[in-house]
């Protein structure tokens, strides 16, 4: 198994690690916890990529990975604040619990 | 991949399962803090400096620091109060992660051949990145600008104390 | 003869590591180094520590120790015995693991930043491309231990002093990497000890320090006060004040875990002032071109130590902000004046040499200052000082 392939695999048990807490948590922060462990499996896949790729001084791998984190933690910010307010507005983060469109 | 390798992606795989299989709320944001840091020294491990350095900052200074304050203004930490933590519908949820593994897993493992180049190591300055950034990339760096700005208002405006509901 | 004294550490590192095989005298290098730091911050904290309670002792009239030994220089010691010998006690309901990692956390994300630091010639750990950047990553990672620590003492107290530190660090980590934006981007590269070697030259005696240049002033200004802010020290030390919530984040410690904190808290205010040296005071170069026959590294702590007084001396004079009136004065002052600085250094840069850049420079801070500060001072908050009497 090559260096590549391992990094890969260990990109993938990290994804479907996160996509498992995504799916079976009842929290919503827990949820976006899964989301955030899937966007980094992402960036280790491109960092991966980018090393062992056939051009690595074009650098394109490290600027996607950088601009997916940046992404990232703007996406987290918004998504907490919409729990929290989720959570003013229902007295609970239980995602089991906010199963009508009722308000 | 050599001995270093093994054990930081078993920090980071430990980490996130951690993470997700923990009842106590605080402690699945510690592990997914250690998750991050052990994927940063994964991306020092790959000579990634400046993307290593970055996750860090960026992730185990900023992101974690967001969803331990989540946590505790929307009081997650507290006991769960019935039914425990995982949702009624949780093995349909391990299949389905399951299955994307073995999908990943397999296509990794059989078009290895193509793959590696094995190439020397990249000695990129930060200057380079400087460079790419205001040069190939400027326009990508400005929209991930804006990006961040409406990111910024609109978490502002979404969490904010709504003065009507104070009746 | 100069030089040997100059580079005295480095020949001494090398000499030891001659006995080495080959193989191992990188890592032999590099361990005598970590040595070095481990064993040098947490004797220079003792002497900041007594500095401390007999120079603030001094400002509020009074003797500090002066027991222990002659005019108390013992006083560290029976610090350490003391906090070694308490009795470690952990609440019954706290989360034990959580509780037990804190202080370490604290302290080891504390040192990290002392590897990247030019301590002098030819003097640093690591001389990382990306050096600030790893810097700061590291003071990042010291706010989620400021959190673990609060959160697992199961104390109101606690919880409320974390809260509020966590508050203040992440607000005031803002202007103080747009203040140090400003040198790197004077200076063209994240490298620290680039950074050092682009202040050692001279006009004539004065060096070119950054902080005789406008923008540097005013950059060094920023960054003193979000380094106050930062360390949790006075004027910003409300989240461990002792009269208004116990001790903060550090209540449920005692004993050793409780000496740990205290030493991570000196540990990064030696580690941000080396920075603050190494960014604006030009490292480890000497002050007048004269002067260059003293070692560097004599500079690089002298500045250090001076800069440790300086925080010793707003400690005793100044008194504390309410958490409001620190978060504002981050967002609204602090932050929108290093955005500034940012502009007049590039338009240093790009005006050329010559008297007219100093001339625009320093005209454009000192407006943007004198009407930000009048802004804020005619304020309606501030009604005419009222008095009250105990009847």
Known sequence: ????????????????????????????????????????????????????????????????????????????????????????????????????MKG | MSVISYILAAITVGGGLAAVLLKNMVHCALAVSLAFAGLALLFLDLDAQFAGFVQILVYVGAVAILVVFAILLTRSSETPKDGGVFSPTWLAGLVVAAAVFAVIGWAVLNSVGGLSYETAVPAVTVQQIGQELMGRYVLPLEIVALLLTVATIGAVIVAMHEKEDAK | MVERLDQLFVLLSHWLVSFLPAGLQQAGGILIGVVVIVCLYPALFAIAVLMERKGLGRMQNRYGPN???????????????????????????????????????????????????????????VDLDAGLLFYFAMGASTELAVFMAGWSSRNKYSLLGAMRAVAQMISYEVPLLLSSLAVVMITGSLSLTKIVAAQNSYTGIFPHWYIFTPWGFAGFLMYAISTTAETNRSPFDLPEGESEIV??????????????FFLGEYVAMFSISGLGTTLFLGGW??????????????????????????????????????????????????????????????????????WERWVFCSAVLLVAYVVVGLQEMRSDHFGPRSYRYVE
């Open chain 3, 247 to 260: 001790a903060g984040y550090h209540t449920e410690y005692s004993g050793f875990k409780f000496a740990l």
């Open chain 3, 285 to 354: 170069s000497a002050p007048f071109s004269f002067l260059t026959w003293i070692p560097s590294w004599i500079w690089f702590f002298s500045k250090l130590m001076l800069s440790i007084c300086v925080f010793i001396w707003l400690r005793g004079t100044l008194p504390r902000l309410r958490q409001d009136q620190l978060m504002n004065f981050a967002w609204k002052f602090v932050l929108p004046l290093s955005l500034l600085n940012l502009l007049v250094a590039a338009m240093w840069r790009f005006l050329g040499d010559g």
């Open chain 3, 67 to 125: 027991r222990v030994g002659p005019y108390g220089i013992l006083q560290p010691v029976a610090d350490g015995i003391k906090s070694l010998t308490k009795e470690d006690i952990v609440p019954l309901s706290a989360d034990s693991a959580v509780h037990f990692l804190a202080p370490l956390v604290v302290v080891v994300t504390s040192f990290m930043g002392f590897a990247v630091m030019p301590m002098g010639r030819n003097m640093v750990l």
């Open chain 1, 1 to 100: 198994m090559t260096p590549l392939a391992g990094y890969l695999l260990v990109a993938a048990l990290l994804f479907s690690i996160g996509l498992a807490g995504a799916l079976t948590r009842r929290n919503a922060i827990l949820v976006l916890i899964g989301i955030e462990l899937m966007l980094n499996a992402a960036n280790l896949n491109l960092i991966a990529f980018w090393r062992y790729g056939p051009h690595p001084e074009a650098l394109t791998g490290m600027m996607f990975a950088i601009f997916s984190i940046a992404v990232a933690a703007a996406e987290a910010a918004v998504g907490l604040g919409l729990v929290i307010s989720i959570h003013r507005h229902a007295q609970t983060a239980d995602l089991d619990e906010m199963n009508r």
